[in-house]
């Protein structure tokens, strides 16, 4: 496959790392959110072994944040994702759906609470922030809605705690999974949750100050020789075998939080109020349709970038795959499908036709691993 290059402009911004993690040897790059975003450093493999065993600094400034804060905050926000905010803390991360009045999922993002009448909004890669304009203007509320100059630094790998250790002291080990604090660098101060996209644990800087960040990152670097620290980004092997769902990938504004597996995200005895409470009570009483369910595949090698279709022995559609690769854990390809209710049976066994060769597959539980 030919691969071609990413036109820069104002419109696609770099971010402040951008030259580091080309000195660095980036090989690939996204977009998210209207930013760059690294995809590959050399082999997918080599990183996916380095990130299981070691430390990697990810440049993910393409997570962005959507700020709300003012007399109504709350409330918006709460309008805004079919969870439970109301009993939420100051100083914790929530993982929160985002979701329209028709119930498709909007965005699914981290959600920070830095004060009672403020929060980030950490999103995934879709125009929340105009979403959250157009909710704030219709119902008129008493609110401010900006995106903030932030650009994080993510700090993963089961080696990320003593790298942290080493800038940060003993304090930041003690911090729980999805809390918050700020902690000092070079006279800035940085707010560091404990989180990422990856399961092999770690840490994101939010990082406000450029110039300490900056100088956060070299640190980072010198600091992690020992740990063998390398340049990296969030890894598609190891993002699918621990079923961190990607939004426009495995899901969008066609799917709800309940055939994405996201039910205990979604609150329908309470009393707050959010965009499509109802018609999830709607879906929910008659049962979904379809679901996302993992599939592996007896295949060495896959590109997904468009939905492929999976066929049973009737030569029906029984679903699609949305995101696939080639596991060396299981030795095959893995992804993750939406698959017809019917089928939703593990070992359901299906056929798919990869580059005009066609191989069999079955139908598995997610996470992988």
Known sequence: MKNYSIARSRRLRSTPYTSRIEKQGVTAYTSYNHMLLPAAFGSLEESYYHLKENVQVWDVAGERQVEISGKDASKLVQLMTCRDLSKSKIGRCYYCPIIDDRAGII?????????EDRWWISIADSDVILFAKGLAIGKKFDVKIFEPNVDILA?????????????????ITEMKFFGFDYFE???????IARSGWSKQGGYEIYVENTESGLNLYDKLFELGKEFNVKAGCPNLIERIESALLSFGNDMDYDDNPLECGLDKYVNLDTDINFLGKEKLKEIK???????LMGVIIDAKEISVSKSINLINGKNSKIGELRS????PHFKKVIGIAMID????????????????????GKVCDLPFI
Do not use: W
């Open 107 to 115: 965005n699914d993002p981290v959600i920070l609470k830095l004060r």
């Open 155 to 171: 700090v993963q790998g089961p080696k990320s705690f003593m790298l942290m250790e080493k800038i940060f002291g003993k304090k």
């Open 185 to 191: 660098f070079a006279g800035a101060k940085h707010l």
């Open 285 to 291: 009483k008659k049962g979904v349709t379809r679901k």
């Open 324 to 327: 696939g690769v080639y596991s």
């Open 341 to 360: 209710k019917p089928y939703c049976k593990v070992s359901e066994i299906f056929k798919i036709s990869i580059n005009g060769e066609v191989f069999e």
